[in-house]
T-cell receptor, first 116, second 118 residues
Framework: GNSVTQMEGPVTLSEEAFLTINCTYT??????LFWYVQYPGEGLQLLLK?????DKGSNKGFEATYRKETTSFHLEKGSVQVSDSAVYFC???????????????FGQGTILTVHP | DTAVSQTPKYLVTQMGNDKSIKCEQN?????MYWYKQDSKKFLKIMFS???????INETVPNRFSPKSPDKAHLNLHINSLELGDSAVYFC?????????????????FGPGTRLLVL
């Protein structure tokens, strides 16, 4: 079956530090890959996505590249801010078995805390 | 103008009770979902409906019954609540673009309903 594995958290950084959150996946077919962010007390928001190999998703200074050869979609940001403190979820979407509809499979989430 | 809304935001109830959570989306999407987030933040899909038709039904106790009166609404009814049902429940929606290459659509999430069963 499909699965997503994220690096263990929590991750604690100082402001302006470089961020990497690793994400690897196992899937059949050609999944789309996503990073969602959950700020404290809120729902999930799409951060970025990539739908095919070698695509790079980017948003708000965050980037991730769809690497089919290493089955990875690592999230990076060159200089984090306190406001980036949140839980980050890597996810993949494939067609639900026997249908043509998407089904999201999430990683376990990585808690990021950024200190001033 | 909230895109995906859920009510209530918080729900505290006793074991054995029956409760419902409502979800509405104003994005014009044709597919809606329910996810459960446990205390360790792990998210798992429960159900999905497309145009009021059930398309995904994961291994969920039959005490949970989704109902979709129309494309814009997907409600979740839970019978005989148990302690283990305590979690955050998220509704989401998406628009199916290409039936031949499903899975690429972005899902938009509601703010969540925090359920606590005592």
């Amino acid at each position: 079956g499909n699965s997503v594995t994220q690096m263990e958290g929590p991750v604690t950084l100082s402001e302006e530090a470089f961020l990497t959150i690793n994400c690897t996946y196992t899937a059949t077919g050609y999944p789309s890959l996503f990073w969602y962010v959950q700020y404290p007390g809120e729902g999930l928001q799409l951060l970025l996505k990539a739908t095919k190999a070698d695509d790079k998703g980017s948003n708000k200074g965050f980037e991730a590249t769809y690497r089919k050869e290493t089955t990875s979609f690592h999230l990076e940001k060159g200089s984090v801010q306190v406001s980036d403190s949140a839980v980050y979820f890597c996810a993949l979407s494939t067609q639900a078995g026997g249908t043509s509809y998407g089904k999201l499979t999430f990683g376990q989430g990585t808690i990021l805390t950024v200190h001033p | 103008d909230t895109a995906v809304s859920q009510t209530p935001k918080y729900l505290v109830t006793q074991m054995g009770n029956d409760k419902s959570i409502k979800c509405e989306q104003n994005l014009g999407h044709d597919t809606m979902y329910w996810y459960k987030q446990d205390s360790k933040k792990f998210l798992k899909i429960m159900f999905s409906y497309n145009n009021k038709e059930l398309i995904i039904n994961e291994t969920v106790p039959n005490r949970f019954s989704p109902k979709s009166p129309d494309k814009a609404h997907l409600n979740l009814h839970i019978n005989s609540l148990e302690l283990g049902d305590s979690a955050v429940y998220f509704c989401a929606s998406s628009q199916t673009r290409d039936r031949g290459r499903g899975g690429q659509e972005t899902q938009y999430f509601g703010p969540g309903t925090r359920l606590l069963v005592l």
